[in-house]
């Protein structure tokens, strides 16, 4: 079921409006691979919406790895010079 229907439902079964920031103009786009066009979030299933959370918390805590890997090889934080910050972001968007 997609989101928009299930926010619907969830404002009937509890007798509540529709938060105002869960409207159309206030959701962001998803960028799908195998459509090859960018889906507001709200006409997206709820399976798929969970999927792409779910990939991106594993991707963000597969970054925080990788720079506490990277800060502890130099022995200081990366936060210390943030051109060397910027640039070891870079890298590891780059591998992903």
Known sequence: MKIDKLLELQSVIEG??????????????????????????????LVHVMRVLKKSLETIEGMKEEICELEGERHQPVIANPENKAEKIWNILQEK
């Open 16 to 45: 509540r409006a529709i938060p105002s920031d869960m409207h159309d103009d206030n959701m962001p786009f998803y960028y799908s691979e195998s459509k090859d066009q960018h889906i507001n979030i709200l006409f997206m299933d």
